[in-house]
T-cell receptor, first 114, second 118 residues
Framework: KQEVTQIPAALSVPEGENLVLNCSFT??????LQWFRQDPGKGLTSLLL?????REQTSGRLNASLDKSSGRSTLYIAASQPGDSATYLC?????????????FGQGTTLQVKP | DAGVIQSPRHEVTEMGQEVTLRCKPI?????LFWYRQTMMRGLELLIY????????DSGMPEDRFSAKMPNASFSTLKIQPSEPRDSAVYFC????????????????FGEGSWLTVV
């Protein structure tokens, strides 16, 4: 059974710092991996999706990498801002053409201090 | 589009009562998902539909839970009878098949229904 783990559970950094969030999964037979952001009391917003054949994806200050063979993904946030404060969740996709059938990690709660 | 719309946003009910959660997916999306989020178990997929047909309900915890999608623009998740351990945030999400090769946002979540059973 696939298990997704995110470390650390919480992270506090000063504004401007570059940071890395980690995600690991136990079964490398995944079709894709997504990173989501969740603000308190809100739903999830998809940030980046990496197909299993890809190594990384970038969007603005965010860069996500995927190493399927080792069962790891990282989300790199450059020049962090207070507005980046949220919970970040990674999720692995279990079906090739269905990006919504996901197994989620427990998330990393990020606080960026001004 | 207004996004995925869920109702009610908050509900407090007594144990044993029936609870119905509602979802309107994004127009044109052919996949609809119900997820549940708790502190202990995180986010779990309960059931999903494709073109209004339930495809996988293996995540539905018990027979007390049922979900329907009578048409492309509406779905319900029902709990009968409700128990305190059902207290959670229930999310509905929708997506469009054929977008899986994109790198951007392919699944859209509603803001959730916060359920408390006392």
């Amino acid at each position: 059974k696939q298990e997704v783990t995110q470390i650390p559970a919480a992270l506090s950094v000063p504004e401007g710092e570059n940071l890395v969030l980690n995600c690991s999964f136990t079964d490398s037979a995944i079709y894709n991996l997504q990173w989501f952001r969740q603000d308190p009391g809100k739903g999830l917003t998809s940030l980046l999706l990496i197909q299993s054949s890809q190594r990384e994806q970038t969007s603005g200050r965010l860069n996500a990498s995927l190493d399927k063979s080792s069962g790891r993904s990282t989300l790199y946030i450059a020049a962090s801002q207070p507005g980046d404060s949220a919970t970040y969740l990674c999720a692995v996709g279990e079906e090739a053409s269905n990006t919504g059938k996901l197994i989620f990690g427990q998330g990393t709660t990020l606080q960026v201090k001004p | 589009d207004a996004g995925v719309i869920q109702s009610p946003r908050h509900e407090v009910t007594e144990m044993g009562q029936e609870v119905t959660l509602r979802c309107k997916p994004i127009s044109g999306h052919d996949y609809l998902f119900w997820y549940r989020q708790t502190m202990m178990r995180g986010l779990e997929l309960l059931i999903y539909f494709n073109n209004n047909v339930p495809i996988d309900d293996s995540g539905m915890p018990e027979d007390r839970f049922s979900a329907k999608m009578p048409n492309a623009s509406f779905s319900t998740l029902k709990i009968q009878p409700s128990e305190p351990r059902d207290s959670a945030v229930y999310f509905c999400a929708s997506s469009l098949s054929g977008t899986y090769l994109l790198s951007g946002n392919t699944i859209y979540f509603g803001e959730g229904s916060w359920l408390t059973v006392v």
